[in-house]
Each structure stands twice: as C-alpha cells, then as structure tokens.
C-alpha cells in the first residue's frame, strides 16, 4: 500500500511505482469515482477507454442510431 499527504491545496501526489504501473504522465486525466465509503481515483489512458469498448453491448445499433441522426441533419 503506498501512501500520499494531502496539501492545503487539496492535491496529492501519485506514488511514481504507481504512476509507472498505470502509464500515468503529466497530463493524464483522472476520474474520482465515490463509492459512499471510499474515494478511487482512475485514470484516462488508451488501455482504460479501449478495455471499456463492448460494455454497453448495443451490437452496433448505438452507432446505426447515430449514422442516421447525422444523416437527417445532413439534409436539414
């Protein structure tokens, strides 16, 4: 388990084994996430939106929806 200090600034600074093991570089967005007990913080890389593909499991009928919709305002 690692550990951080908070500052007066409410920031904290990720553990560099931890930011090593996640591929997180300055820039890197993170979401907090409360769960009502505990705070995690998760971040936005390539890997984490490319391991979210498929959850929604709308078999493509998500996008055919969408391809429409921009269709028809297309010819508006």
């Given at each position: 388990m690692?550990?951080s ?6 920031q904290v600074v990720?553990?560099?084994?931890l ?7 300055p820039?890197?967005k993170?979401h ?5 007990n505990e705070?995690?913080i998760?971040p936005i890389?390539?890997?984490s939106i490319?391991s ?24 508006l």
């Open positions: 690692e550990n200090i908070v500052t007066t600034k409410g990720i553990p560099a084994k930011r090593k093991k996640y591929d997180i570089k820039g890197t993170v907090f996430y409360d769960d009502g705070i995690k998760v890389t390539k890997d490319r979210s593909f498929g959850v929604f499991k709308s078999k493509g009928k998500l996008l055919k929806a969408l391809v429409e919709e921009k269709k028809s305002e297309r010819e």
